[in-house]
């Protein structure tokens, strides 16, 4: 058994924090592989070293006042390596940092440094290997991912390597030069380093419990997700639920390996299992719920459109003209509506109203602004009937007139549209209706 196991910012945050993931790591002789992030926020009004370093190496770089923000990069660490009684000194890593700083060696540069000397203390704490990512996490000129290259190049590294550290975030391109993933992106790296070793288990953690069945902060004390396939995570995802980096499922998902997302302040909690496909039956009927506002429809009617080869093309090509995305079309005999971002449509919008009339020469077009969508997805809808008429009679009860409704050929998902005022309502009453309902049955 190897497991993989990814610490976010805030379970490195500081010594207190430090030693939890030691404790963690240290009480299961599986956990092989280390890979973590930055020291993060200690509290709300804290700062990532992360966003200390940009900030710190965009004044350098600039020719400005930088040494007192280096300081308290410095102490960040020194507080971290003090606490925990460590015989490592960063004196000569910060020199070479400073040194490149002022040369301009790139803004990726500097913000690795946080996962880079985090990996040094790390390693040092757990007196496993130190693997610098720079060494085996490759990106082409361009700054795309190399997968296989670095797939081939981690896997033999890692072959002959019992335990180690490796930090999240970053890796070099060819010339030497060293290129992160986007903000989060440890998450990322944590995904790689398990399919290099082909691992067990991925395990991310972090500073919840796993993934909840809706936002904590519309719904009070939510459930956690026991386990939940990438599908459905990605409908989640989608609709701006957040734990994991968005990239982070593709190199696991091939080889099939799961990720738990688990809690450094509460590891007794088993925490969520993302899983390619399961036969675990969902706790409730729906997995999860998740939604955005800020959305707007663009409602167009003419008589006998139905008859017109051809409409719904020439009306979608005039919002492919001004690059805006549409994000549902429900449609009925003489009426089509198109779904869309409002930020993203407001800029354009008379332009695409005129750009309809002249496609299409609709009977009218009218608009209906402050949306939200809200989506209720889960695999357990599939074999249960009933489940949208439970979501539209709950709605109902809670007095929320439901302006559109879309159910995925996978029956994976069912979208809500509903005014933005309404929002916070309507998802409070259909995790009631599924969550809370079906709870005091079981
Ligand atoms: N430290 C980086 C960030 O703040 C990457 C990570 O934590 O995953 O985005």
Redesign the pocket.
């Known amino acids: 058994m190897k497991k993989v196991v990814k610490f ?2 805030s379970s490195l945050a500081s010594t207190r924090q430090f030693k939890k993931a030691g404790e963690i790591v240290r009480s299961d002789k599986t956990r092989r592989y280390v890979v973590p ?2 020291p993060g926020k200690r509290n709300d009004k804290d700062e ?1 070293v ?1 966003d200390m370093l940009y900030a710190c190496y965009d004044a350098a770089s600039a020719g400005t006042a930088y040494k007192k923000l280096l300081n308290r990069i410095k102490d960040r660490y020194l507080e971290i390596i003090d606490g925990l009684g460590l015989n490592l000194n960063l004196d000569y890593e910060f020199d070479r940092i400073e040194e490149n700083f002022v040369k301009g060696a790139g803004r990726d540069y500097a913000a690795s440094r ?2 880079y000397l985090n990996g040094l203390v790390m390693a040092s704490y757990l007196g496993y290997e130190f693997i610098d990512a720079a060494e085996v996490i490759f990106f082409d000129a361009l700054g795309n991912f190399e997968s296989d290259t670095t797939n081939k190049e981690l896997s033999e590294r890692l072959a002959h390597v019992e335990r180690a550290v490796i930090p ?2 970053y890796g070099s391109r060819h010339d030497g030069t060293i290129k992160t993933f986007s ?5 990322v790296t944590g995904s790689i380093v398990a399919k290099a070793i082909h691992a067990d288990v991925y395990e991310n953690w972090t500073d919840v419990s796993g993934f909840l069945v809706a936002d904590p902060r519309i719904v009070d004390n939510p459930q956690v997700i026991e386990t939940i396939t990438y599908k459905e995570l990605r409908e989640l995802a989608y609709m701006g639920a957040s734990v994991l980096h968005e990239d982070a499922i593709f190199p696991v998902r091939k080889e099939g390996i799961p990720i738990n997302i688990r809690n450094t302040n509460k590891p007794e909690d088993k925490g969520t299992l993302i899983v390619e496909s399961t036969l675990r039956k969902p706790r409730y009927t729906i997995t999860g719920i998740a939604g955005k506002k800020g959305f707007c429809a663009i409602n167009i009617e003419k008589a006998m459109m139905n008859t017109e080869v051809g409409f719904g093309r020439k009306v979608l090509g005039v919002f492919e003209k001004f690059g805006i995305s549409f994000e549902h079309m429900p449609s009925g005999i003489d009426t089509m509506t198109i779904m869309v971002h409002q930020d993203e449509f407001e800029e354009y919008e008379q332009s695409v109203i005129a750009g309809i009339h002249r496609a299409v020469e609709p009977d009218s077009v009218d608009l209906e602004s402050d949306l939200a969508l809200v989506a209720v997805v889960g695999r357990g809808m599939k074999a249960t009937r009933g489940t949208a008429g439970r979501i539209f009679s709950a709605l109902a009860h809670a007095r929320i007139n439901v302006k559109m409704i879309d159910q995925g050929s996978s029956e994976l998902n069912i979208i809500i549209g509903v005014k933005n005022v309404d929002f916070e309502a309507a998802i409070k009453a259909i995790y009631d209706i599924f969550v809370t309902a079906e709870l005091q049955v079981l």
């Not at 903000?183 to 998450?187: F, L, Q």
């Open positions: 976010g910012g992030s930055a990532k992360t946080g996962e999240g975030f903000r989060g992106g440890s998450d």
